[in-house]
Structure formats: structure tokens, C-alpha cells
């Protein structure tokens, strides 16, 4: 079968060629036009032994250049899995050292490239995945209160002769899922600005003392049975009202969700805050965990606002400048706690 030579192969071949079809027509010249015999095969002699030397001495210089060209093709075969190239290599030749160079930097940029492309690869597959848990969230939340929805009015329709008073019940389910839903949406379109950049501080002056209780007042509606104790002084800060009222009820509202005891908020004089229940706790493992998107315990769905409550926390007071710190005990509370500037 058919094999393309070497470098070294191909230049000897064509060498050789050359020379013996040269000696060839010296040696007939030589013998044509001397008629002595001693004297050509002196000339032969010597002619034939620098020949030899030449053909040796292409034959080295061959062979070195074609050791420099395996060396380059072997950068170009191994692109894809070559870590660093071998900057102390030498070459015979200016125009072999100055290709090196070139293909060094071809390289670089080449591998460059390649961990550019790895890294958008990597987050694209990140927020493939972010997407895909986002969808799964927004359909768990919004199912259970659109059943709920569905199933009183179902039963209200079906069933005219319903006492006043069930209906009424029914009626208020309905309002209160329905509600649930508003708040749901109102949180996605929160995280959205934040995931898009489009949020924006709208700085105030105002009492967090006072919007701690206010924060009370909209959450005792909704638990009716519940206790939120708030102690502290006034304390004056400068900071977003809109988005602080927003911290203040996740961080009581989880409060409430997981413990059955009454819940502690204290304001302290240098603006702190912290927020205090006595019930399931967070294991150490999950404590890291519960602040990132779309998170859920298996054992307490901490968070089950899509998983965005807590990661909406962190990323607002991160806007403020200060951060959520988490104190936590399985099956004794957790202390929720943040610290504004004045």
C-alpha cells in the first residue's frame, strides 16, 4: 500500500537521484575525454568520497528538520488535550524558531478560547438548570392553592342549598388562596428584578421599630392565633422601607410557619435585628443551604415560597450592605439576625 514518505526519505531520495545521475555523466565525461586511467580513478575517487560527505551532511541537516517539524505537528495533533507547550525547545533554523513562536501564541489564544467556551458552557447549563427548578417550584407552589380555588368553587356551584355560613367559609378559602397567589407572583416578579439587575434602592428615613409593627399588624390577619413579641427602641435608619418591610415579614412569617410558639423579634439600639422562634430548627447542613435559590430541606421544605423567600433576604440586605446570619438548633429554634447602618 501506498506510503507518503518522510521529510528525510523524500529530500535523501531525490539527493541521491541527483547526485549518481551527476556522477554518471562525470565519470563518462572524465573517462571520454582523459584516456588516463590512474588519473580517473583518482578524480572518481574523490569526487565519489564528496558525494558522500554532501549527501551525509543533507542527511543530518534533513533529519534535524524533520525532528523540528514532528515537533510542531505534535502541538497541532495534540491541541485539544495539551496543557503547556515546551518553551525550551530549540530549533536549527530562524524560520522554525520564529513558527514556534507563532504557534505558541496560536495556542494561547486557542486555549484561551476553549476555557471562554467552557465557562458561558457551564453557566448556561447553570441557568438551564435554575430554569428547569424555577418551573418545578412556581408549578408545587401554585398547585395546591389553585386546587384549593377550583374545589370550594366547584362545590359552591355544584351544591346551591349550601348553608349561608359554609359558604361564607368557602367564600373566605377562596379569597385567602387567591391572596396566597398574589403574594406568590409578587415574590417571582421581586426575584426577577434581582436576577435582571433592574432593581434599584429607593432610600428613606423612617422608624424600623415602627415598620416592625406594622409588619405584625398585616401578618396577624392571616395568624389570627399567633403571638409576635416585639421588643427594642425606635431606631431611625436610611434604607429602602418597600424592601425592609419585605425582609421583615419573610424572616416573621417563616417564624411562624415552623414553630407553634410565640415568635420574638428584638430591635436593638444600633438598628439590629433579629428575629427568634422556638420551633423545628435547621440541621448545620442545611443552615449554608437555605439562603440559595429555589432551595428545599426534604425534612422541613424550609422556605417553601418557591425557595426564593430567604435567598430574597440575602440578596436585599446584601444591597443595604450588611447580611442575614443564621443561629439554629434542630428541634430547639433558629435566630434570624441582621444589622443595618444608621
Not at 71 to 89: G, H, Q, R, S
Not at 125 to 141: C, G, T, V, Y
Not at 149 to 175: C, H, N, V, W
Not at 284 to 311: A, C, P, Q
Amino acid at each position: 500500500m501506498f506510503r507518503r514518505p518522510h521529510f528525510t526519505e523524500y529530500v535523501m531520495a531525490r539527493l541521491v537521484t541527483m547526485a549518481v545521475t551527476i556522477f554518471m555523466i562525470f565519470v563518462v565525461g572524465l573517462v571520454w575525454l582523459n584516456e588516463d586511467a590512474q588519473q580517473n580513478l583518482l578524480a572518481i575517487s574523490f569526487v565519489a568520497l564528496a558525494f558522500m560527505f554532501f549527501i551525509y551532511a543533507v542527511y543530518r541537516g534533513s533529519k534535524q528538520m524533520q525532528k523540528e517539524l514532528i515537533t510542531l505537528n505534535n502541538y497541532l495533533e495534540n491541541l485539544d488535550t495539551l496543557d503547556a507547550v515546551e518553551y525550551k525547545a530549540r530549533f536549527f533554523t530562524k524560520e522554525f524558531e520564529d513558527l514556534n513562536q507563532n504557534l505558541i501564541k496560536a495556542l494561547k489564544k486557542a486555549k484561551k478560547r476553549e476555557d471562554i467556551k467552557q465557562r458561558y458552557n457551564a453557566k448556561l447549563k447553570l441557568k438551564n438548570r435554575q430554569r428547569a427548578d424555577m418551573i418545578s417550584a412556581i408549578a408545587h407552589e401554585f398547585r395546591n392553592p389553585i386546587a384549593s380555588i377550583m374545589g370550594y368553587s366547584q362545590t359552591l356551584r355544584e351544591d346551591p342549598d349550601i348553608p349561608p355560613a359554609l359558604q361564607e367559609k368557602f367564600l373566605e378559602k377562596i379569597y385567602n388562596n387567591g391572596n396566597k397567589i398574589e403574594a406568590l407572583l409578587g415574590r417571582l416578579i421581586l426575584w426577577n428584578k434581582f436576577e435582571s439587575g433592574e432593581a434599584t434602592l429607593h432610600k428613606s428615613c423612617f422608624d424600623l421599630y415602627a415598620l416592625a409593627f406594622e409588619v405584625k399588624r398585616s401578618l396577624k390577619e392571616k395568624y389570627k392565633n399567633r403571638e409576635i413579641h416585639i421588643e427594642g427602641s425606635s431606631c431611625m435608619v436610611e434604607a429602602d422601607r418597600t424592601l425592609m418591610d419585605v425582609v421583615l415579614k419573610n424572616l416573621i412569617e417563616n417564624a411562624l410557619k415552623y414553630s407553634k410558639e410565640d415568635v420574638e423579634v428584638v430591635i436593638g439600639e444600633d438598628c439590629s435585628v433579629s428575629v427568634t422562634d422556638h420551633g423545628v430548627g435547621i440541621s448545620e447542613e442545611d443552615i449554608e443551604k437555605v439562603t440559595k435559590k429555589f432551595y428545599r430541606s426534604g425534612t422541613h421544605n424550609w422556605d417553601n415560597s418557591m425557595g426564593l423567600g430567604l435567598s430574597i433576604v440575602k440578596t436585599i440586605l446584601g444591597l443595604h450592605g450588611s447580611h442575614l446570619e443564621i443561629e439554629s438548633k434542630l428541634n430547639e429554634g433558629s435566630t434570624f439576625s441582621f444589622k443595618l447602618e444608621k
